[in-house]
């Protein structure tokens, strides 16, 4: 299932043994917040008392010098340690450093293994965003819409709704053809809603088309949304809570898409926090429409 066990490790841990762990785990933990990779954070300077009883660990390291120390991250700590706060942390980072390792990994393989991830994280934007009609005049909303939005089937329709904006994101933007999907018929991949009616209505057609136009144009950011929608759901497969872990794998996976298109994060952070606005003002002078900046988010 994934889930690490963690066994208990007998080990005598006298007390001022387990403040500096504790004290070794924090340090660690403020390194990677700072940007450290995994080989340098953790490290602490620690006096000649302080190496012989560290030496004793199983779980800690010290650096060729002896003079500094850290828990090693390559290491399993016992079940006495990880029940601490400092503990739980320092195994969500471990974790989110495999999971960062992973999207490197996906980033660098094969073009085809690399669009299938993108796809899935659309999808799973897909699936959480939030579906908001809005309209200028009372009774713009054409009634077929609005029924459908209203419907108790509403939110098992959407999940057909997510695969086929995931699937015409690929192929429109990503270029991503599956020759399986071409030949499998709309009504039997899609088991709740014949979407291709909604997609004729001249408004949302229009404002689909704009959208698409808008990403055809700026296709980093449709590629950098894939990449962290896929980052986050396998930080939930790992069961990363701690929010600090999360984060991480978002500024990394970010830094992955700007070395790919060879720009700065920095700017491609800025892209992606203009999203919203530049989507609104593509539809700002319809009588009716979608929120679309609901859509496209980062979570």
């Not at 066990?5 to 340090?27: N, S």
């Not at 800690?60 to 340690?81: F, K, M, T, W």
């Not at 952070?269 to 679309?292: A, P």
Request: hydrophobic content about 40%.
């Amino acid at each position: 299932c994934g889930y690490v066990w963690h066994e208990y490790i007998v080990e005598k841990i006298p007390p001022k043994t387990f403040d500096l762990i504790l004290e070794m785990l924090r340090a660690f933990i403020k390194d990677l917040e700072l940007g450290k990779g995994k080989n340098d954070a953790g490290w602490i300077p620690l006096s000649d008392e302080k190496i012989k009883d560290i030496q004793k660990i199983s779980f800690c390291e010290i650096d060729l010098e002896n003079i500094s120390g850290r828990v090693n991250p390559n290491s399993q700590i016992p079940a006495e340690i990880f029940m601490t706060e400092e503990g739980h942390i320092f195994y969500d980072y471990i974790k989110s450093l495999k999971v960062i390792e992973e999207i490197w990994q996906v980033s660098s393989g094969s073009k085809e293994e690399y669009l299938i991830a993108l796809e899935m994280g659309l999808k799973s934007m897909f699936k959480s965003a939030y579906y908001f009609l809005w309209e200028k005049e009372k009774g713009a909303i054409p009634e077929d819409v609005r029924s459908l939005i209203l419907s108790p089937k509403w939110i098992k329709v959407t999940e057909d709704l997510a695969n086929l904006l995931a699937e015409r994101v690929s192929e429109a933007i990503l270029q991503k053809n599956d020759k399986e999907r071409e030949n499998v018929a709309p009504q039997k991949r899609y088991k709740h809603f014949n979407f291709e009616k909604l997609f004729k209505n001249e408004i949302l057609k229009s404002q689909w088309d704009r959208i698409v136009a808008y990403f055809r144009e700026h296709d980093e950011l449709i590629e950098s949304l894939g990449l962290i929608w896929y980052a986050i759901n396998k930080a939930a497969e790992n069961e990363i809570e701690y929010e600090g872990a999360r984060i991480k794998i978002l500024e990394e996976t970010i830094k992955i898409v700007a070395s790919r298109r060879r720009i700065t994060a920095s700017d491609l952070r800025e892209k992606l926090k203009g999203i919203g606005e530049n989507l609104d003002e593509l539809i700002e002078k319809d009588k009716w429409g979608l929120n679309w900046r609901d859509v496209f988010t980062i979570p």
